[in-house]
């Protein structure tokens, strides 16, 4: 079967400093695949390639078999790729179910006319977007948080908001950039079981940037390791556990088997 | 072909004026990506700070016909301290509370401070112009059929003098580095010890003590001073400092230049009346082909 | 001298009366006054802002009136105020005069354009400065198709086109937005700093060019003798008529708005405010979307020009200024950013307030200020900009979140639970 994303030596310059050199990565559909490497080594940069941040200074991306890298943002979300942010990036004054809500814009097809003239049809579309974003709320465990301004939740809701989000758009392929950033052991569970039924429940492909070793290694079904921007390692998460060029990127600043590296 | 030599003289000098002003936007932008809509309005206030204290010379001493060089200084160096103090005011009342606003609100409060600015001078002076004494002497170099007026070299002299200084004041000294560095990486910089909070006050600083120098300058040029003065200059410098490519100050002076001669050449070949829609239309154009302008970086978007 | 302030008497929003009004709140009786108070406070607000130009004298009026409707606004989210608010707005110029009548007609017409700028300053988040140039194409428009031979540009005359002001109002809505999003299309792309500079250009461009096309504009001398609107065998000539007309059109634009903003288009709008990246990557195309608040900001701006040119009777390029756009900006920022019920309120405040005060003087110590309306006027805006801007982003009429949205999300909630 064709990879449902396939990255093909895909470089990113900045001024002089390439942040990915020559990064080739195959995605299976409907897997989790982990991406880690220490600070620095691109994993974000390769994120923003993925979704149209950034063009990539050579190379290609296909996704569902058409070249997406260079498309502006909306149409890669289009084409069924979403993601969430290192940095919690909500509209923040706008309440959690208006987040979600605008995660569905591309399934929604009011324009301004029909706004106005407020039809049955219209307000029946309205009134069925709204159960559909308490559904993918509920989905992530914010059910009645529903009215809350994204900016007053709490951490690790903006978090799972930010997923509800991500899920709103129907996505093939969602990008979880360090979900479990500056949680407790127990949200990281939580937040573990929330991406396993992503995949079980939803069908949807996940690809995660992760520091905390047990996260990576409890949900992930392949690794890939970056270094200085170049893959170091593929694999399972044995495999790449027992890689030597791993052992030594990971040397100095914590170690792989023994749980959170940095 | 004398005509466009002529051309040339009125583009360079009003170029020069544009480029002062221009410097300004660039600088505060470097720092704050912030457009600061209030500063054509330094501009003005120092073109009248000029005109009041040659007027006071002219009513209680003899100081403007018997030493002309020193009430010049004087005045150059009033429109200097005034366009400072507002502009130190402008950002501690305007701006500061603002800096981490939605990027809107700054730009809202730096247009009222604007028309604050510009309807004070209009009510203080009742919508009248205030008119510089008559303090440069007349006369004008002849060179083959080209005559300038000395007014007119004393204008691009000073503009040039004004860009050299504020160039090594960016480049050599100490505080210029800061704000350089401030306009690199605020956050950086204030890891590395910058008081980036001084920084940004000096910013404004040194592009007000240029706006304000320029503004008497331009006063004593065309003989008067008038509450709507800084308001169309404002524009024009603001494209000029786009042109040359927003935060880069060799950008901000060849964009002046560029946009002074364009308007110098489009008054000869459209008409007069089409020279302030030259400014636009170059505006929107380099907006479009080149928005980092000349000699600009291009910005990515950051994820 | 420390402590001089607890002999003042204490602000109703201090916390024991706080405190007070929460227990009476709690019992039966103040469950009711609560309820159903704001509906009983309506009729009396609406009857007393109706009445007052009968008893006061004009500048009473005009304060009573804008306390009633503050009141009325901070209290009503629901249809009966709406319905009270209007038959308010349109009983009170019955008994006034004709200068008080006619600064109603610009409260009103401010309020339109005022509906038209917040779409796109306030819901889409893009400064626009340069505001005036739609309203000067409605009002040329409507100048140079429906004038009669004298008093008209010689294209006018020329072509003597000769429609009425109902035809011609959806042609500058239509002719205005077109504008819109062609002036849109080069600068929309780039950040939003840059679009206030292009506008406030363009602003001044229109007013050049209408003063050097003369051909088709009549240059400086303008055109006059414009036609009013006719209306069932007559014209409506009164200032009361056609603040009728400003208001109903206001109405409309309210609602359009209203109902926009709840709906997908507004969600993408304040998502592209709030973070254009993201709401990009959300699958909006943020282009279109800010193409289409600026073409509808600039529909409203034409319509308002149509009716402006049609109450004059007249177009001249000053009456084109930028002082115009800057008084719909103030509107906007005043009232409320993003919040269709401050506008009005902003109208009343920005554009009647210093007409009422036209000539009021201050004589206080040294200061002696004369025609404080009149003169002091942008004076005072540009001051007020930058105090709302610092000290109340909001405006002075904060909006309440949307509340039907999530009623529903509850009721749904509470379906399931049962």
């Known amino acids: 079967m064709a990879p449902i994303l396939s990255v093909r030596d895909v470089s990113r310059r900045f001024q002089g400093l390439t942040a990915l050199n020559g990064v080739s990565l195959d995605v299976e559909e409907s897997s989790i695949v982990g991406v880690i490497g220490p600070n620095g080594a691109g994993k974000t940069t390769l994120f923003n390639l993925l979704t149209g941040f950034y063009k990539p200074t050579s190379g290609e991306i296909w996704f569902r078999g058409s070249r997406v890298d260079g498309l502006p943002l909306h149409r890669i979300a289009a084409a069924g790729i979403s993601r969430t942010f290192q940095n919690i990036r909500l509209f923040s004054n706008m309440t959690a179910i208006e987040n979600v809500l605008v995660g569905q814009h591309l399934h929604l097809q009011t324009n301004i006319a029909t706004a106005v003239l407020g039809l049955p049809a219209t307000t029946n579309a309205e009134q069925h977007a709204v159960e559909v974003a308490v559904a993918h709320l509920r989905f992530a465990g914010l059910g009645g948080r529903e009215n809350e301004l994204a900016r007053n939740l709490a951490y690790g809701e903006q978090r799972r908001l930010e997923i509800a989000r991500a899920i709103a758009l129907r996505p093939k392929l969602i990008l979880l950039d360090e979900p479990t950033a500056g949680m407790n052991p127990g949200e990281s569970d939580a937040m573990i079981g929330l991406i396993r039924r992503l995949r079980d429940e939803l069908g949807v492909t996940v690809i995660l940037i992760e520091h905390q070793m047990r996260v990576v290694m409890g949900v992930c079904e392949y690794i890939t390791v970056l270094d200085h921007g170049e893959v170091i390692a593929m694999g399972t998460p044995t495999e790449v556990q027992n890689d030597q060029r791993v052992i030594e990127a990971y040397l100095g600043t914590g170690h792989l088997k023994s749980g959170a590296a940095e | ?303 | ?418």
């Open chain 3, 1 to 418: 001298m420390p402590g001089w302030r607890q002999h003042l008497p204490r602000p109703l929003t201090s916390a024991p009366y706080r405190e007070a009004l929460a227990r009476f709140r709690e019992t039966p009786a103040g469950a009711n006054v609560f309820r159903f108070g704001p509906y009983a406070l309506m009729p009396v607000l609406g009857a007393a802002a109706a009445l007052a130009p009968t008893f006061f004298g004009t500048r009473m009026t005009f304060l009573i009136i804008l306390v009633a409707l503050y009141v009325l606004l901070r209290i009503s989210d629901s249809l009966i105020g709406v319905a009270i608010l209007a038959l308010t707005l349109a009983l009170l110029p019955t008994d006034m005069n004709s200068f008080e009548q006619n600064i109603m007609f610009n409260v009103a017409l401010f309020t339109l354009l005022g509906i038209g700028l917040n779409v796109v300053v306030g819901y889409a988040g893009l400064l626009d400065l340069g505001f005036v140039a739609f309203f000067a194409v409605g009002a040329y428009l409507y100048a140079l198709i429906t004038a009669p031979d004298a008093g008209a540009s010689e294209w006018a005359q020329t072509w003597d086109v000769g429609l009425t002001f109902w035809a011609v109002l959806p042609m500058a809505l239509v002719l205005a937005a077109l504008i819109g999003v062609l002036l849109g299309i080069p600068v929309l792309r780039l950040r939003g700093d840059y679009l206030a500079i292009v506008t406030l250009g363009f602003g001044e461009i229109i007013r050049i060019l209408l003063t050097t096309e003369d051909y088709y504009t009549g240059g400086p001398r303008g055109m006059f003798l414009l036609p009013k609107p006719p209306f069932f065998g007559r014209e409506l000539d009164t200032a009361y008529e056609l603040y009728l007309v400003v208001l109903v059109l206001a109405l409309i634009a309210v609602f359009a708005a209203e109902r926009i903003r709840n709906s997908r288009v507004g969600r993408a709008w304040e998502a592209i405010r709030e973070d254009e990246d993201v709401a990009s990557a959300m699958g909006i195309d943020t282009t279109v979307y800010k193409l289409l608040a600026f073409a509808m900001g600039a529909a409203i701006g034409g319509v308002g020009g149509v009716v402006i040119a049609a109450k004059q009777g007249s177009v001249f390029p000053p009456d084109f200024s930028l002082e115009i756009s800057i008084n719909v900006l103030a509107v906007v920022i005043i009232g409320g950013m993003g919040n269709v019920r401050g506008i009005l309120l902003g109208a009343l405040l920005v554009i009647g307030l210093p007409d009422v005060l036209r000539d009021f003087s201050i004589n206080f110590w040294a200061i002696h200020l004369d025609n404080i309306g009149q003169d002091y006027r942008l004076v005072i805006f540009g001051a007020a900009l930058v105090a709302v801007m610092v000290l109340r982003p909001e405006g002075f009429l904060p909006s309440k979140r949307r509340v039907a949205e999530f009623r529903e999300a509850d009721l749904l909630q509470e379906e399931m639970a049962t």
């Open chain 2, 1 to 303: 072909m004398e005509q466009w030599i002529q051309l040339t003289i009125d583009g360079i000098t009003l170029g020069g004026v544009y480029a002062c002003i221009a410097l300004g936007y660039t600088l505060v932008y470097g720092v704050l990506r912030m457009i600061n809509f209030a500063h054509g309005e330094l501009f003005m206030m120092g073109a009248f700070a000029g005109v009041y204290t040659l007027q006071g010379f002219q009513d209680h001493t003899s100081l403007n016909e018997d030493l002309p060089s020193l009430t010049i200084t004087a005045a150059i160096f009033m429109g200097i301290v005034v366009a400072v103090v507002l502009a130190v005011l402008m950002e501690r009342i305007a701006y500061r509370p603002l800096r981490h606003a939605p990027r809107l609100a700054p730009l809202i409060s730096a247009i009222g401070v604007s028309i604050f600015l510009r309807n004070v001078m209009l009510r203080y002076t009742n919508a009248r112009r205030e008119v510089y004494p008559d303090v440069f002497p007349d006369g004008s170099i002849e060179i083959g059929d080209v005559s300038v007026s000395y007014i007119k070299l004393f204008l691009i002299g000073m503009s040039i003098l004004f860009m050299v200084g504020l160039y090594l004041f960016i480049q050599r000294t100490k505080t210029g580095t800061a704000i350089r560095a401030v306009a690199e990486d605020r956050d950086t910089a204030a890891l590395m010890g910058i008081d980036v909070d001084r920084t940004i006050v000096l910013t404004f600083v040194a592009g007000a003590a240029l706006a304000g120098a320029t503004g008497v300058c331009y006063g004593m040029y065309v003989g008067n001073a008038a509450a709507g003065m800084g308001f169309i200059p404002g524009i024009k410098a603001f494209t000029a400092a786009v042109l040359g490519g927003i935060g880069s100050v060799p950008g901000a002076m060849l964009g002046g230049y560029f946009l002074g001669l364009s308007e110098a050449y489009t008054t000869k070949l459209f008409g007069a009346q089409y020279k302030d829609v030259v400014a636009f239309v170059l505006l929107v154009a380099v907006l479009i082909f080149r928005p980092w302008g000349f000699l600009g970086k291009r910005e990515d978007r950051r994820a």
